[in-house]
Protein backbone atom coordinates (compact mmCIF):
# COMPACT_ATOMS: atom_id res chain seq x y z
CA UNK A 1 0.00 0.00 0.00
CA UNK A 2 1.23 3.47 -1.26
CA UNK A 3 1.58 6.34 1.10
CA UNK A 4 -2.38 8.27 0.89
CA UNK A 5 -1.57 11.78 -1.25
CA UNK A 6 -1.87 14.41 1.65
CA UNK A 7 -3.65 18.04 0.33
CA UNK A 8 -1.85 21.30 1.00
CA UNK A 9 -4.18 21.83 3.88
CA UNK A 10 -3.46 18.67 5.52
CA UNK A 11 -6.89 16.94 4.89
CA UNK A 12 -6.34 13.55 3.71
CA UNK A 13 -8.28 13.39 0.21
CA UNK A 14 -12.16 10.84 0.15
CA UNK A 15 -11.58 7.77 0.50
CA UNK A 16 -8.47 7.90 1.76
CA UNK A 17 -7.22 5.55 4.60
CA UNK A 18 -7.51 7.71 8.44
CA UNK A 19 -6.42 4.33 10.32
CA UNK A 20 -4.16 2.13 8.12
CA UNK A 21 -2.96 -1.01 10.69
CA UNK A 22 -0.46 -3.17 9.05
CA UNK A 23 0.74 -6.97 10.22
CA UNK A 24 0.10 -5.50 13.45
CA UNK A 25 1.54 -8.25 16.41
CA UNK A 26 1.44 -7.54 19.66
CA UNK A 27 2.12 -9.31 23.56
CA UNK A 28 0.57 -8.64 26.12
CA UNK A 29 3.08 -10.04 28.83
CA UNK A 30 4.20 -13.15 27.11
CA UNK A 31 0.85 -13.91 25.10
CA UNK A 32 0.29 -12.65 21.93
CA UNK A 33 -2.99 -10.97 21.62
CA UNK A 34 -2.18 -9.64 17.99
CA UNK A 35 -0.91 -11.79 15.42
CA UNK A 36 -0.95 -10.22 12.22
CA UNK A 37 -3.88 -7.89 11.75
CA UNK A 38 -4.51 -5.60 8.98
CA UNK A 39 -6.99 -2.98 9.38
CA UNK A 40 -8.02 -0.04 7.20
CA UNK A 41 -10.20 2.24 8.19
CA UNK A 42 -11.19 5.37 5.39
CA UNK A 43 -12.31 8.81 5.73
CA UNK A 44 -15.55 8.98 6.88
CA UNK A 45 -16.37 5.08 7.29
CA UNK A 46 -17.93 3.59 10.26
CA UNK A 47 -16.18 0.21 10.96
CA UNK A 48 -16.67 -1.68 14.16
CA UNK A 49 -14.68 -4.11 15.68
CA UNK A 50 -16.45 -7.23 17.03
CA UNK A 51 -15.25 -10.36 18.38
CA UNK A 52 -14.88 -11.93 21.99
CA UNK A 53 -13.77 -10.85 25.12
CA UNK A 54 -9.50 -11.54 24.38
CA UNK A 55 -9.83 -11.98 20.52
CA UNK A 56 -7.93 -8.54 20.97
CA UNK A 57 -10.18 -6.08 20.01
CA UNK A 58 -9.32 -3.62 22.80
CA UNK A 59 -5.66 -4.38 22.46
CA UNK A 60 -5.82 -3.11 18.87
CA UNK A 61 -7.90 0.13 19.25
CA UNK A 62 -5.15 0.62 22.18
CA UNK A 63 -2.16 0.58 19.74
CA UNK A 64 -3.69 2.58 16.96
CA UNK A 65 -3.00 5.26 19.86
CA UNK A 66 -0.03 4.42 20.45
CA UNK A 67 -0.99 3.17 24.02
CA UNK A 68 0.17 -0.38 23.47
CA UNK A 69 3.60 -1.21 21.40
CA UNK A 70 3.57 -3.00 18.37
CA UNK A 71 6.20 -5.99 18.17
CA UNK A 72 5.76 -6.34 14.82
CA UNK A 73 4.15 -3.69 11.61
CA UNK A 74 3.20 -0.32 11.34
CA UNK A 75 0.54 1.80 11.78
CA UNK A 76 -0.69 5.36 10.04
CA UNK A 77 -2.87 7.82 11.42
CA UNK A 78 -3.98 10.26 8.93
CA UNK A 79 -1.15 9.04 6.42
CA UNK A 80 1.27 9.80 9.06
CA UNK A 81 3.36 6.74 10.59
CA UNK A 82 2.01 7.10 14.46
CA UNK A 83 5.54 7.37 15.58
CA UNK A 84 5.56 10.61 14.06
CA UNK A 85 1.95 11.99 14.29
CA UNK A 86 1.03 14.54 16.25
CA UNK A 87 -2.42 16.32 15.47
CA UNK A 88 -3.95 14.78 17.97
CA UNK A 89 -6.53 17.04 17.98
CA UNK A 90 -7.69 15.10 14.88
CA UNK A 91 -8.54 12.11 17.17
CA UNK A 92 -10.88 11.79 19.74
CA UNK A 93 -10.80 8.47 22.66
CA UNK A 94 -13.31 7.02 24.13
CA UNK A 95 -11.81 4.50 26.59
CA UNK A 96 -13.67 1.81 27.90
CA UNK A 97 -15.16 2.82 31.09
CA UNK A 98 -13.41 1.95 33.91
CA UNK A 99 -15.67 1.87 36.98
CA UNK A 100 -13.00 3.75 39.51
CA UNK A 101 -13.66 7.01 40.02
CA UNK A 102 -10.54 9.22 40.13
CA UNK A 103 -9.71 10.37 43.71
CA UNK A 104 -10.90 14.00 43.88
CA UNK A 105 -14.29 15.17 42.95
CA UNK A 106 -14.27 16.30 39.30
CA UNK A 107 -17.52 18.78 37.42
CA UNK A 108 -18.80 17.33 33.68
CA UNK A 109 -17.44 20.55 32.47
CA UNK A 110 -13.88 19.87 33.79
CA UNK A 111 -13.67 16.37 32.38
CA UNK A 112 -14.81 17.40 29.56
CA UNK A 113 -12.31 20.63 29.10
CA UNK A 114 -9.62 18.21 29.47
CA UNK A 115 -10.47 16.75 26.02
CA UNK A 116 -10.05 20.49 24.68
CA UNK A 117 -6.51 20.69 25.32
CA UNK A 118 -5.30 19.18 22.33
CA UNK A 119 -6.51 22.32 20.84
CA UNK A 120 -5.44 24.89 22.99
CA UNK A 121 -1.59 26.40 23.40
CA UNK A 122 -0.15 25.69 27.13
CA UNK A 123 -3.66 24.98 28.56
CA UNK A 124 -5.46 27.80 28.85
CA UNK A 125 -9.03 27.94 27.21
CA UNK A 126 -10.25 30.73 25.09
CA UNK A 127 -14.05 31.54 24.75
CA UNK A 128 -13.90 29.49 21.91
CA UNK A 129 -13.35 26.35 23.73
CA UNK A 130 -14.98 27.25 26.01
CA UNK A 131 -18.30 26.98 23.60
CA UNK A 132 -17.11 24.21 22.31
CA UNK A 133 -16.79 22.35 25.84
CA UNK A 134 -20.60 23.58 26.11
CA UNK A 135 -21.05 22.41 22.75
CA UNK A 136 -20.23 18.70 23.67
CA UNK A 137 -21.59 18.63 26.90
CA UNK A 138 -24.72 19.49 24.94
CA UNK A 139 -24.49 16.95 22.62
CA UNK A 140 -24.63 14.29 24.54
CA UNK A 141 -28.00 15.65 26.56
CA UNK A 142 -26.19 16.61 29.83
CA UNK A 143 -25.99 20.38 29.75
CA UNK A 144 -28.03 20.43 32.63
CA UNK A 145 -25.81 18.48 34.54
CA UNK A 146 -22.60 20.48 33.39
CA UNK A 147 -21.90 21.58 37.09
CA UNK A 148 -22.29 18.57 38.71
CA UNK A 149 -19.55 16.05 40.07
CA UNK A 150 -18.79 13.40 38.01
CA UNK A 151 -19.53 11.06 40.28
CA UNK A 152 -22.85 11.88 41.26
CA UNK A 153 -23.85 10.33 37.89
CA UNK A 154 -24.88 6.83 36.43
CA UNK A 155 -22.57 4.81 34.62
CA UNK A 156 -24.47 5.66 31.01
CA UNK A 157 -24.17 9.16 31.64
CA UNK A 158 -20.82 9.09 32.89
CA UNK A 159 -19.99 7.13 29.42
CA UNK A 160 -21.63 9.88 28.00
CA UNK A 161 -18.96 12.31 30.14
CA UNK A 162 -16.42 10.07 28.18
CA UNK A 163 -17.70 10.99 24.91
CA UNK A 164 -17.88 14.44 25.56
CA UNK A 165 -14.45 15.01 26.25
CA UNK A 166 -13.09 12.93 23.46
CA UNK A 167 -15.78 15.43 21.14
CA UNK A 168 -14.70 18.59 22.89
CA UNK A 169 -11.59 18.45 20.41
CA UNK A 170 -14.00 18.48 17.42
CA UNK A 171 -12.05 15.21 15.73
CA UNK A 172 -12.49 14.02 12.18
CA UNK A 173 -11.52 10.43 14.01
CA UNK A 174 -13.44 8.66 16.76
CA UNK A 175 -11.81 5.99 18.46
CA UNK A 176 -14.39 3.79 20.91
CA UNK A 177 -13.55 1.25 23.22
CA UNK A 178 -16.83 -0.79 24.42
CA UNK A 179 -19.20 2.81 24.50
CA UNK A 180 -22.33 0.77 25.04
CA UNK A 181 -21.18 -1.28 27.66
CA UNK A 182 -23.30 -1.27 30.77
CA UNK A 183 -25.25 1.49 29.95
CA UNK A 184 -28.81 1.97 29.31
CA UNK A 185 -31.23 1.92 27.01
CA UNK A 186 -32.13 5.63 27.24
CA UNK A 187 -28.37 6.45 27.19
CA UNK A 188 -27.68 3.97 24.16
CA UNK A 189 -29.85 5.85 22.11
CA UNK A 190 -28.73 9.00 23.39
CA UNK A 191 -25.50 8.02 22.43
CA UNK A 192 -26.64 6.48 19.07
CA UNK A 193 -28.16 10.09 18.40
CA UNK A 194 -24.90 11.86 18.81
CA UNK A 195 -23.02 9.16 17.11
CA UNK A 196 -25.42 9.80 13.97
CA UNK A 197 -25.01 13.27 14.11
CA UNK A 198 -21.13 12.82 13.55
CA UNK A 199 -21.51 10.45 11.27
CA UNK A 200 -23.36 12.62 9.26
CA UNK A 201 -20.92 15.70 9.25
CA UNK A 202 -18.20 13.21 8.35
CA UNK A 203 -16.07 11.83 10.98
CA UNK A 204 -14.62 8.42 10.47
CA UNK A 205 -15.38 6.18 13.40
CA UNK A 206 -13.73 2.62 14.47
CA UNK A 207 -15.37 1.24 17.10
CA UNK A 208 -14.66 -2.05 19.72
CA UNK A 209 -18.43 -3.53 20.12
CA UNK A 210 -19.68 -6.68 21.81
CA UNK A 211 -23.02 -6.46 20.54
CA UNK A 212 -23.59 -4.37 17.80
CA UNK A 213 -27.30 -3.02 19.69
CA UNK A 214 -28.58 0.51 19.09
CA UNK A 215 -25.89 1.82 16.69
CA UNK A 216 -26.05 -1.35 13.59
CA UNK A 217 -27.92 1.12 11.50
CA UNK A 218 -25.04 3.42 11.09
CA UNK A 219 -22.27 0.83 10.35
CA UNK A 220 -21.05 0.93 7.30
CA UNK A 221 -17.99 -2.69 7.85
CA UNK A 222 -17.65 -4.89 10.52
CA UNK A 223 -13.93 -6.65 11.49
CA UNK A 224 -14.50 -9.95 13.37
CA UNK A 225 -11.12 -10.69 15.56
CA UNK A 226 -10.59 -14.07 16.62
CA UNK A 227 -7.65 -15.10 18.40
CA UNK A 228 -5.51 -12.15 17.66
CA UNK A 229 -6.43 -12.36 13.54
CA UNK A 230 -9.34 -11.08 11.33
CA UNK A 231 -11.59 -13.74 10.45
CA UNK A 232 -14.56 -11.64 8.66
CA UNK A 233 -13.61 -7.65 7.03
CA UNK A 234 -16.77 -6.74 5.14
CA UNK A 235 -20.89 -6.05 5.87
CA UNK A 236 -21.93 -6.43 9.42
CA UNK A 237 -23.67 -9.31 10.84
CA UNK A 238 -27.19 -9.66 10.41
CA UNK A 239 -28.70 -8.58 13.92
CA UNK A 240 -29.96 -12.54 14.41
CA UNK A 241 -26.66 -13.69 13.49
CA UNK A 242 -24.53 -11.32 15.73
CA UNK A 243 -24.33 -14.36 18.50
CA UNK A 244 -23.81 -16.74 16.03
CA UNK A 245 -20.31 -14.86 15.08
CA UNK A 246 -17.71 -16.50 14.24
CA UNK A 247 -15.30 -16.12 17.66
CA UNK A 248 -18.59 -15.71 19.74
CA UNK A 249 -18.16 -17.38 22.70
CA UNK A 250 -19.52 -15.29 25.37
CA UNK A 251 -20.87 -16.84 28.29
CA UNK A 252 -24.00 -15.63 29.86
CA UNK A 253 -24.52 -16.39 33.08
CA UNK A 254 -27.89 -18.21 32.44
CA UNK A 255 -28.89 -20.18 29.39
CA UNK A 256 -31.75 -19.14 26.80
CA UNK A 257 -34.04 -21.59 28.05
CA UNK A 258 -34.50 -21.04 31.81
CA UNK A 259 -36.18 -18.26 34.17
CA UNK A 260 -33.52 -15.57 35.37
CA UNK A 261 -34.11 -16.67 38.44
CA UNK A 262 -33.52 -19.54 40.32
CA UNK A 263 -35.45 -20.66 43.34
CA UNK A 264 -34.60 -22.82 46.31
CA UNK A 265 -36.54 -26.10 44.03
CA UNK A 266 -33.83 -25.87 41.21
CA UNK B 1 0.69 40.55 68.64
CA UNK B 2 3.68 39.35 70.97
CA UNK B 3 3.92 36.94 68.41
CA UNK B 4 5.18 38.62 65.34
CA UNK B 5 7.62 40.95 67.25
CA UNK B 6 10.24 37.64 67.44
CA UNK B 7 12.30 36.83 64.17
CA UNK B 8 12.36 33.36 64.64
CA UNK B 9 8.93 33.45 64.80
CA UNK B 10 8.31 35.83 61.80
CA UNK B 11 10.21 33.21 59.80
CA UNK B 12 8.50 30.16 60.93
CA UNK B 13 5.62 31.61 60.49
CA UNK B 14 6.16 32.92 56.29
CA UNK B 15 7.49 29.00 56.42
CA UNK B 16 4.29 27.46 57.87
CA UNK B 17 2.67 29.68 55.42
CA UNK B 18 4.46 28.50 52.25
CA UNK B 19 4.09 25.00 53.38
CA UNK B 20 -0.07 25.42 53.87
CA UNK B 21 -0.08 26.52 49.97
CA UNK B 22 2.50 24.01 48.40
CA UNK B 23 1.73 20.52 50.23
CA UNK B 24 -1.72 20.65 49.31
CA UNK B 25 -1.46 22.13 45.90
CA UNK B 26 0.90 19.30 45.16
CA UNK B 27 -0.98 17.06 46.80
CA UNK B 28 -4.53 17.20 45.13
CA UNK B 29 -2.52 15.69 42.33
CA UNK B 30 -1.18 13.08 44.49
CA UNK B 31 -4.94 12.25 45.37
CA UNK B 32 -6.28 11.76 41.96
CA UNK B 33 -3.50 9.72 41.15
CA UNK B 34 -4.18 7.24 44.12
CA UNK B 35 -0.42 8.05 44.92
CA UNK B 36 -1.50 9.48 48.28
CA UNK B 37 1.65 7.90 50.13
CA UNK B 38 3.95 8.94 47.55
CA UNK B 39 5.29 12.25 49.61
CA UNK B 40 5.84 9.50 52.56
CA UNK B 41 8.35 7.95 50.32
CA UNK B 42 9.93 11.23 49.46
CA UNK B 43 9.96 11.98 52.73
CA UNK B 44 12.09 8.49 53.31
CA UNK B 45 14.26 9.22 50.94
CA UNK B 46 15.07 12.86 51.64
CA UNK B 47 16.75 11.69 54.92
CA UNK B 48 19.72 10.55 52.89
CA UNK B 49 19.71 14.08 51.51
CA UNK B 50 19.52 15.83 55.04
CA UNK B 51 22.12 13.42 56.59
CA UNK B 52 24.46 14.26 53.33
CA UNK B 53 24.06 17.49 53.90
CA UNK B 54 25.43 17.41 57.26
CA UNK B 55 28.34 15.31 56.04
CA UNK B 56 29.12 17.65 53.27
CA UNK B 57 28.48 21.04 55.49
CA UNK B 58 25.98 22.47 53.01
CA UNK B 59 22.60 23.79 53.77
CA UNK B 60 20.50 20.54 54.15
CA UNK B 61 16.98 21.70 52.38
CA UNK B 62 19.23 21.99 48.93
CA UNK B 63 20.79 18.70 49.19
CA UNK B 64 17.75 17.24 50.63
CA UNK B 65 15.80 18.54 47.51
CA UNK B 66 18.42 16.69 44.79
CA UNK B 67 18.33 13.39 46.43
CA UNK B 68 14.65 13.96 47.10
CA UNK B 69 13.60 14.97 43.21
CA UNK B 70 16.32 11.84 42.32
CA UNK B 71 14.37 9.30 44.52
CA UNK B 72 10.86 10.31 43.31
CA UNK B 73 12.28 9.94 39.72
CA UNK B 74 12.95 6.60 40.47
CA UNK B 75 10.34 5.94 41.92
CA UNK B 76 8.24 7.05 38.76
CA UNK B 77 10.28 5.37 36.65
CA UNK B 78 9.64 2.36 38.79
CA UNK B 79 5.75 3.15 38.36
CA UNK B 80 5.74 3.43 34.89
CA UNK B 81 8.19 0.92 33.63
CA UNK B 82 8.41 -2.15 36.59
CA UNK B 83 6.22 -4.76 35.70
CA UNK B 84 7.30 -6.79 38.45
CA UNK B 85 7.39 -6.22 42.02
CA UNK B 86 7.51 -2.57 42.23
CA UNK B 87 6.42 -2.44 45.39
CA UNK B 88 9.92 -4.37 46.56
CA UNK B 89 11.56 -1.62 44.88
CA UNK B 90 9.97 1.09 46.33
CA UNK B 91 10.34 -0.48 49.97
CA UNK B 92 14.29 -0.66 48.91
CA UNK B 93 14.17 2.98 48.00
CA UNK B 94 12.17 4.27 51.63
CA UNK B 95 14.00 2.36 53.88
CA UNK B 96 17.52 2.76 52.00
CA UNK B 97 17.38 6.04 51.94
CA UNK B 98 16.10 6.30 55.77
CA UNK B 99 18.86 4.46 56.82
CA UNK B 100 21.02 5.98 54.66
CA UNK B 101 20.14 9.11 56.49
CA UNK B 102 20.84 8.13 59.47
CA UNK B 103 24.39 6.94 58.79
CA UNK B 104 25.28 9.48 57.41
CA UNK B 105 24.43 12.25 59.98
CA UNK B 106 26.05 9.86 62.71
CA UNK B 107 29.44 9.81 60.43
CA UNK B 108 29.35 13.68 59.80
CA UNK B 109 31.08 15.94 62.47
CA UNK B 110 28.68 18.37 63.02
CA UNK B 111 25.40 16.52 63.35
CA UNK B 112 23.66 14.18 65.64
CA UNK B 113 20.54 11.93 65.61
CA UNK B 114 19.05 15.35 67.63
CA UNK B 115 19.78 17.41 64.61
CA UNK B 116 17.94 14.44 62.57
CA UNK B 117 14.89 14.54 64.63
CA UNK B 118 14.51 18.17 64.41
CA UNK B 119 13.82 17.53 60.14
CA UNK B 120 11.98 14.44 61.25
CA UNK B 121 9.39 16.26 63.24
CA UNK B 122 9.94 20.09 62.02
CA UNK B 123 11.17 22.27 64.34
CA UNK B 124 10.33 26.43 64.91
CA UNK B 125 13.46 27.64 65.70
CA UNK B 126 15.76 26.04 63.66
CA UNK B 127 14.22 27.87 60.49
CA UNK B 128 17.38 30.33 59.62
CA UNK B 129 17.29 33.29 56.81
CA UNK B 130 19.14 31.19 54.21
CA UNK B 131 16.63 28.44 54.97
CA UNK B 132 13.40 30.90 54.25
CA UNK B 133 15.59 32.25 51.50
CA UNK B 134 15.22 28.10 49.76
CA UNK B 135 11.95 27.57 50.83
CA UNK B 136 10.33 30.78 49.03
CA UNK B 137 12.32 29.61 45.72
CA UNK B 138 11.36 26.33 46.08
CA UNK B 139 7.69 27.16 47.10
CA UNK B 140 7.55 29.64 44.00
CA UNK B 141 8.49 26.47 41.43
CA UNK B 142 5.80 24.29 43.39
CA UNK B 143 2.95 26.70 42.45
CA UNK B 144 3.87 27.71 39.43
CA UNK B 145 3.71 24.06 38.17
CA UNK B 146 0.71 23.17 40.21
CA UNK B 147 -1.36 26.05 39.28
CA UNK B 148 0.09 26.92 35.97
CA UNK B 149 -0.05 23.60 34.64
CA UNK B 150 -3.06 22.34 36.52
CA UNK B 151 -5.37 21.54 33.56
CA UNK B 152 -2.51 19.43 32.29
CA UNK B 153 -2.01 17.75 35.53
CA UNK B 154 -5.51 17.67 36.06
CA UNK B 155 -5.87 15.33 32.65
CA UNK B 156 -2.80 13.57 33.06
CA UNK B 157 -3.90 12.32 36.76
CA UNK B 158 -7.95 11.93 35.83
CA UNK B 159 -6.87 9.42 33.04
CA UNK B 160 -3.74 8.72 31.35
CA UNK B 161 -4.41 6.71 28.86
CA UNK B 162 -6.75 9.95 27.34
CA UNK B 163 -4.32 12.29 28.08
CA UNK B 164 -1.74 10.74 25.61
CA UNK B 165 -4.31 10.47 23.16
CA UNK B 166 -4.29 14.74 23.66
CA UNK B 167 -1.26 14.56 22.31
CA UNK B 168 0.07 15.71 26.09
CA UNK B 169 3.66 14.86 27.08
CA UNK B 170 2.59 12.31 30.14
CA UNK B 171 6.07 11.02 30.35
CA UNK B 172 7.40 13.97 31.43
CA UNK B 173 4.22 15.70 33.19
CA UNK B 174 4.43 12.71 35.38
CA UNK B 175 8.56 12.94 36.17
CA UNK B 176 7.37 16.88 36.62
CA UNK B 177 4.43 16.04 39.27
CA UNK B 178 7.27 13.67 41.08
CA UNK B 179 9.64 16.23 40.83
CA UNK B 180 7.70 18.98 42.19
CA UNK B 181 6.48 16.44 45.06
CA UNK B 182 10.06 16.32 45.93
CA UNK B 183 10.20 19.99 45.97
CA UNK B 184 7.44 20.17 48.39
CA UNK B 185 8.83 17.39 50.54
CA UNK B 186 12.22 19.99 51.08
CA UNK B 187 9.90 22.60 51.60
CA UNK B 188 7.85 21.71 54.26
CA UNK B 189 10.41 19.68 56.17
CA UNK B 190 11.65 22.49 58.34
CA UNK B 191 7.74 23.36 59.61
CA UNK B 192 6.18 19.37 59.73
CA UNK B 193 8.91 17.45 59.58
CA UNK B 194 10.03 14.83 56.97
CA UNK B 195 7.87 12.25 58.48
CA UNK B 196 4.60 14.40 58.13
CA UNK B 197 4.94 16.07 55.36
CA UNK B 198 2.64 13.59 53.62
CA UNK B 199 0.18 14.09 55.94
CA UNK B 200 -0.30 17.86 54.53
CA UNK B 201 -0.34 16.81 51.09
CA UNK B 202 -3.22 14.34 51.91
CA UNK B 203 -5.31 15.06 54.62
CA UNK B 204 -6.27 18.74 53.65
CA UNK B 205 -6.87 17.26 49.97
CA UNK B 206 -9.06 14.72 51.85
CA UNK B 207 -10.82 17.34 54.13
CA UNK B 208 -12.11 19.14 50.87
CA UNK B 209 -13.84 16.69 48.93
CA UNK B 210 -15.85 15.49 51.28
CA UNK B 211 -17.93 18.68 50.91
CA UNK B 212 -16.43 19.67 47.42
CA UNK B 213 -18.16 18.72 44.25
CA UNK B 214 -15.54 20.17 41.59
CA UNK B 215 -11.52 19.96 41.39
CA UNK B 216 -11.00 24.02 40.90
CA UNK B 217 -13.31 23.69 44.59
CA UNK B 218 -11.31 20.77 46.16
CA UNK B 219 -7.86 22.75 45.15
CA UNK B 220 -8.95 26.27 46.68
CA UNK B 221 -10.68 24.80 49.62
CA UNK B 222 -7.36 22.36 50.28
CA UNK B 223 -5.26 24.91 50.32
CA UNK B 224 -7.48 27.69 52.54
CA UNK B 225 -7.24 24.41 54.78
CA UNK B 226 -3.32 23.59 54.16
CA UNK B 227 -2.91 27.45 55.64
CA UNK B 228 -5.08 27.56 58.34
CA UNK B 229 -3.94 24.71 59.98
CA UNK B 230 -0.24 25.07 59.37
CA UNK B 231 -0.46 29.16 61.20
CA UNK B 232 -2.77 27.58 63.07
CA UNK B 233 0.00 24.54 64.22
CA UNK B 234 2.70 27.31 64.31
CA UNK B 235 1.29 29.54 66.62
CA UNK B 236 -0.39 26.91 69.15
CA UNK B 237 3.39 25.47 69.02
CA UNK B 238 4.94 28.81 70.00
CA UNK B 239 2.81 29.29 72.72
CA UNK B 240 2.16 26.02 74.24
CA UNK B 241 5.55 24.72 73.46
CA UNK B 242 4.48 21.54 71.55
CA UNK B 243 6.01 20.05 68.40
CA UNK B 244 4.71 22.10 65.53
CA UNK B 245 5.26 19.13 62.71
CA UNK B 246 2.88 16.98 65.22
CA UNK B 247 0.22 19.95 65.84
CA UNK B 248 -0.71 20.85 62.45
CA UNK B 249 -0.98 16.91 61.32
CA UNK B 250 -3.58 17.03 64.06
CA UNK B 251 -5.38 19.85 63.59
CA UNK B 252 -5.46 18.56 59.89
CA UNK B 253 -7.23 15.52 60.91
CA UNK B 254 -9.97 17.22 63.09
CA UNK B 255 -10.57 19.61 59.71
CA UNK B 256 -11.10 16.48 58.30
CA UNK B 257 -13.57 14.93 61.15
CA UNK B 258 -15.31 18.19 60.83
CA UNK B 259 -16.21 18.75 57.51
CA UNK B 260 -17.08 14.95 57.60
CA UNK B 261 -19.37 15.32 59.60
CA UNK B 262 -20.89 18.04 57.72
CA UNK B 263 -21.08 16.36 54.55
CA UNK B 264 -24.29 14.50 54.95
CA UNK B 265 -26.43 17.39 55.91
CA UNK B 266 -24.65 19.53 53.67
CA UNK B 267 -25.50 17.04 50.80
CA UNK B 268 -29.22 16.82 52.34
CA UNK B 269 -29.31 20.88 52.07
CA UNK B 270 -28.03 20.91 48.51
CA UNK B 271 -30.84 17.87 46.94
CA UNK B 272 -33.29 20.04 48.59
CA UNK B 273 -32.37 23.18 47.10
CA UNK B 274 -31.91 21.64 43.41
CA UNK B 275 -35.34 20.27 44.19
CA UNK B 276 -36.73 23.67 45.24
CA UNK B 277 -34.98 25.07 41.79
CA UNK B 278 -37.10 22.24 39.65
CA UNK B 279 -40.13 22.83 41.21
CA UNK B 280 -39.86 26.52 40.76
CA UNK B 281 -38.87 26.06 37.25
CA UNK B 282 -42.06 23.81 36.49
CA UNK B 283 -44.48 26.18 38.45
CA UNK B 284 -45.28 23.58 41.01
CA UNK B 285 -44.57 25.06 44.24
CA UNK B 286 -41.99 23.60 46.57
CA UNK B 287 -41.29 19.59 47.53
CA UNK B 288 -40.36 17.39 45.08
CA UNK B 289 -43.02 15.35 42.94
CA UNK B 290 -43.74 12.29 44.64
CA UNK B 291 -43.72 9.14 42.28
CA UNK B 292 -47.01 8.37 40.54
CA UNK B 293 -48.82 6.38 42.40
CA UNK B 294 -50.31 4.66 39.50
CA UNK B 295 -47.32 3.32 37.73
CA UNK B 296 -46.89 0.95 40.54
CA UNK B 297 -50.07 -0.61 39.11
CA UNK B 298 -49.09 -0.58 35.19
CA UNK B 299 -46.06 -3.04 36.06
CA UNK B 300 -46.88 -5.85 34.29
CA UNK B 301 -46.31 -9.42 35.78
CA UNK B 302 -44.58 -10.73 33.56
CA UNK B 303 -43.57 -13.37 35.32
CA UNK B 304 -45.59 -16.02 37.42
CA UNK B 305 -44.98 -18.03 40.32
CA UNK B 306 -44.68 -21.50 38.39
CA UNK B 307 -41.70 -19.70 36.18
CA UNK B 308 -39.31 -20.36 38.82
CA UNK B 309 -39.86 -24.03 39.80
CA UNK B 310 -38.21 -26.54 37.62
CA UNK B 311 -38.26 -30.22 38.49
Known sequence: MSEPAIAADGETAIGDAVISMRGARATLGSRPVLRGVDLTVRRGEVVALLGANGSGKSTAVRSVIGQIPLTEGEIELFGTGLRRFRQWSRVGYVPQRTTAASGVPATVREVVSSGRLSRTRLGLLSRADRAAVDRAIALVGLADRAKDSVGALSGGQHQRVLIARALASEPKLLIMDEPMAGVDLASQEILAATLRDQVAAGTTVLLVLHELGAIEPLIDRAVVLRDGCVVHDGPPPKAVGQHALPGHDHVHPHAADEPLRTGLLT | ?311
Request: hydrophobic letters at 55%; glycine letters at 10%.
Open chain 2, 1 to 311: MEILETAFMQRALIAALLVGITAPAIGIYLVQRRQALMGDGIGHVAMTGVGLGFLLSTNPIWMATLVSVVGAVTMELIRAYGRTRGDIALAMLFYGGMAGGVLLINVSDTGSTGDLSSFLFGSLSSVSDSDLIAIGALAAFVVLVSVGLRRQLFAVSQDEEFARVTGLPVRFLNLLIAVTAAVTVSVAMRVVGLLLVSALMVVPVAAAQQISRSFRATFALAVGIGVAVTLAGTTTSYYQDVPPGATIVLLAIAVFIALTALATPLARLRARRTEAARAGADGRGTGAPECPSETLSEVPRTRLPGDDVKV
